[in-house]
């Protein structure tokens, strides 16, 4: 069962950076249209993919700190995290497939 993990500044490094799985990571904010567009493909793919990558979520306006390190400036985009490194980001919405196959490349 997959379960998307709601991330903070405060728990980003552990969470994001320390995982042994690849991490896909996507910013949004409430407020945004495309961003409630793209939060059930998210889900969607925490489902099926669960067991072998970790999928977050970052709410821009909670997380100014984590936003700005990474130059979120538009939104949603979803950065793609291995060994704590950023590999890759995909600004706006995408189908999920697109976000699937970034995944598995890794």
Known sequence: MGKVINVT???FDE???K???PVLVDFWAEWCGPCK???PVVEQISEEVADKFVIVKVDVDSNPETSAKYG??????VLFFKGGEKVDKKVGVAA???Y???LEEM
């Open 15 to 17: 969470i994001v950076l």
């Open 96 to 98: 999920k497939a697109d």
């Open 37 to 39: 567009m793209l939060g």
């Open 19 to 21: 995982a042994d799985k």
């Open 100 to 102: 699937i196959s970034k």
């Open 72 to 77: 979120i400036r538009n939104i949603p985009t």
């Open 9 to 11: 500044d405060a728990n």
